[in-house]
């Protein structure tokens, strides 16, 4: 929105809020890295990205974040 110099959006909603924390984050790079070493292929053969590396450091500390999914046909 920022880019398009966009400051209002109408027709979309809310639809799902997740919790996430640092920790589901580490576990889940850790997963898709021993994936990676059994079966790159399902990987087209790139190692996969690290995610936790990429959350800020309030973030890190607070120890969560909240995604926030949002549907719905708009303008």
């Known amino acids: 929105m920022e ?5 209002l959006l109408t027709g979309f909603f809310v639809s799902d ?3 996430w924390t ?3 984050t580490v576990n889940s790079d ?7 070493q059994s079966n ?8 996969p990205e690290f995610y936790a590396s990429k959350w ?14 949002i549907a719905g046909y708009g303008k």
């Not at 880019?3 to 400051?7: K, L, N, P, R």
């Not at 850790?30 to 990676?36: C, H, K």
């Not at 790159?40 to 190692?47: I, M």
């Open 22 to 24: 640092y920790q589901d």
């Open 17 to 19: 809020v997740f919790y």
């Open 40 to 47: 790159s292929g399902t990987f087209y053969y790139r190692q």
């Open 3 to 7: 880019t398009d110099d966009i400051e």
């Open 56 to 69: 800020c450091d309030d973030a890190r500390k607070q120890g969560y974040i909240f995604i926030v999914n």
């Open 30 to 36: 850790e997963r898709r890295v021993s994936e990676y």
